[in-house]
T-cell receptor
Framework: NAGVMQNPRHLVRRRGQEARLRCSPM?????VYWYRQLPEEGLKFMVY????????ESGMPKERFSAEFPKEGPSILRIQQVVRGDSAAYFC?????????????FGPGTRLTVL | GENVEQHPSTLSVQEGDSAVIKCTYS??????FPWYKQELGKRPQLIID?????GEKKDQRIAVTLNKTAKHFSLHITETQPEDSAVYFC??????????FGTGTSLTVIP
């Protein structure tokens, strides 16, 4: 049973470019969470999605950031017109869903570097 | 929203000693409290969790205690080993919702 998959593992972008991060949840998991971790800091919640629905995006900046979890395929976190402050590790986590256990299983992360 | 505070930010112990990390939370609705271990450059790994209907949980050398009245919970690691060295994060959540993480504790176990 494969764990949470993220790609790419490392991503380098120049200022103004777009970054697209992908997350495939564990098999059978329908809930995806994205977190951002700045160097030597904790994990900050960004957005919580279920298939085709954004449940909570209160942690995501209003501009330049968007997320989706389509019916088919991975969840995508998209950052437009990246700036140096976007450099961080982006982790996604998945869980089976509400009503079941809360455990969230993390992917290996995507380390974004903005030059 | 929820606010989780974690102390200490760094902790050094001699191999074989115990380590204790403490967290407080603000939202009394939170009912799930996981602890994650993150090694350098790796993903956070769940090591133990506790739900609000339980006061204590133990798994070999690791234990977690929860005081709902005071809104604090703690991680206890006994007989520490060098491989326990990592950053530990506590978190609080309400069923099915996002985790609110503490700022992390960097634990160093000195051989």
């Amino acid at each position: 049973n494969a764990g949470v998959m993220q790609n790419p593992r490392h991503l380098v972008r120049r200022r103004g470019q777009e970054a697209r991060l992908r997350c495939s949840p564990m098999k059978g998991h329908s809930h995806v969470y994205w977190y951002r971790q700045l160097p030597e800091e904790g994990l900050k919640f960004m957005v919580y999605l279920q298939k085709e629905n954004i449940i909570d995006e209160s942690g995501m900046p209003k501009e330049r950031f968007s997320a989706e979890f389509p019916k088919e395929g991975p969840s995508i976190l998209r950052i437009q017109q990246v700036v140096r402050g976007d450099s961080a590790a982006y982790f996604c986590a998945s869980s089976p869903g509400v009503g079941s256990y809360n455990e969230q299983f993390f992917g290996p992360g995507t380390r974004l570097t903005v030059l | 929203g929820e606010n989780v505070e974690q102390h200490p930010s760094t902790l050094s112990v001699q191999e074989g000693d115990s380590a204790v990390i403490k967290c407080t939370y603000s939202d009394s609705a939170s009912n799930y409290f996981p602890w994650y271990k993150q090694e350098l450059g790796k993903r956070p790994q769940l090591i133990i969790d506790i739900r609000s209907n339980v006061g204590e949980k133990k798994d070999q050398r690791i234990a977690v205690t929860l005081n709902k009245t005071a809104k604090h919970f703690s991680l206890h690691i006994t007989e520490t080993q060098p491989e326990d060295s990592a950053v530990y994060f506590c978190a609080a959540a309400f069923t099915g919702n996002q985790f609110y993480f503490g700022t992390g504790t960097s634990l160093t176990v000195i051989p």
